[in-house]
């Protein structure tokens, strides 16, 4: 496991809260703020969103992109944006709980903001995710057929993504 990742991807009942618990593996950490939303799409706090989304830790994703979506009260794109990924985040969550429903209201919900995103014309969230909000949209609601049985993280090992796709942002060059 990568040191820079948490011990697990935490499942509500089966972990340790990683926040409240003390044996939770945020256990008094220093929480990120995030004041503007001007160049959050490149900041570190949403790259590590990503890398922990990819990764399978999709509750950490949720959190790691929460003071994102605060600091956007004033640009309406962004806030949809960030609420869209911590849904699909959350969708996550649920789809590993085996929560079939939830996970499908998260998604399409998800979907529903990327697609709202995708009307407003800007490329930044696309080279910010490696895909079109509205690509992003079409993988969401693709996320709720996931498997009947999914197999659960051995402690310390990285969690196995239960998405068929990844986050990557393009270079600026490219």
């Known amino acids: 496991m990568r040191p820079d990742f948490p011990g697990y991807a935490y499942l509500p009942g089966k972990h340790p809260h990683p926040v409240r618990d003390p044996l939770g593996h945020s256990y008094q950490s220093d929480p990120v703020t995030v004041v503007t939303v001007e160049g959050s799409l490149s900041s570190n706090v949403f790259r590590r969103g990503i890398d922990l989304f990819n990764h399978g830790y999709y509750w950490e994703a949720h959190e790691a992109w929460e003071p994102l979506w605060h600091a956007a009260k004033q640009s309406a794109q962004h806030r949809l944006f960030f609420k869209g990924l911590i849904l699909l985040a959350a969708a996550g969550v649920k789809i ?3 929560k079939r429903g939830a996970a499908a209201r998260h998604a399409a919900r998800a979907a529903g903001l990327f697609r709202q995103v995708a009307l407003l014309p800007s490329r930044r969230f696309e080279a910010a995710l490696g895909m079109t909000p509205a690509a992003l949209a079409v993988e969401a609601e693709a996320a709720t057929t996931f498997p009947t049985v999914l197999r659960e993280p ?10 068929d796709f990844i986050l990557a942002a393009k270079s600026e060059s490219g």
Do not use: D, L, Q
């Open 96 to 98: 590993r709980e085996g």
């Open 154 to 163: 051995a402690p310390g090992r990285i969690p196995e993504p239960v998405f």
